[in-house]
C-alpha cells in the first residue's frame, strides 16, 4: 500500500472514529434527557469517557498530519 494511500485510509478512519464518538455523546445524553440515565452516571461514564476518547483521537490525528 502506498505511503498516502495509507494516511489516507487513517484519516477516514479516525474521521470515522470522530463521528462515531459524537453519536454516541448524543445518545447518552438523550438517554439522560429521557431519564434513563442519571445524571452522574452520564457524566462518569459516558461524557467524561467520551470526551476522553476525543482527545485520543485528536493525539492519533496530529500523529498522522
Given at each position: 500500500?502506498?505511503?498516502?494511500?495509507?494516511?489516507?485510509?487513517?484519516?477516514?478512519?479516525?474521521?470515522?472514529?470522530?463521528?462515531?464518538?459524537?453519536?454516541?455523546?448524543?445518545?447518552?445524553?438523550?438517554?439522560?434527557?429521557?431519564?434513563?440515565?442519571?445524571?452522574?452516571?452520564?457524566?462518569?461514564?459516558?461524557?467524561?469517557?467520551?470526551?476522553?476518547?476525543e482527545s485520543l483521537a485528536a493525539v492519533l490525528e496530529e500523529g498522522v498530519e
Amino acid at each position: 500500500m502506498k505511503y498516502e494511500t495509507k494516511l489516507i485510509t487513517i484519516d477516514n478512519q479516525i474521521e470515522e472514529l470522530k463521528e462515531h464518538l459524537e453519536q454516541a455523546c448524543h445518545a447518552a445524553f438523550n438517554l439522560k434527557r429521557l431519564g434513563v440515565l442519571d445524571h452522574d452516571t452520564y457524566e462518569y461514564e459516558f461524557n467524561n469517557k467520551i470526551a476522553y476518547m476525543e482527545s485520543l483521537a485528536a493525539v492519533l490525528e496530529e500523529g498522522v498530519e
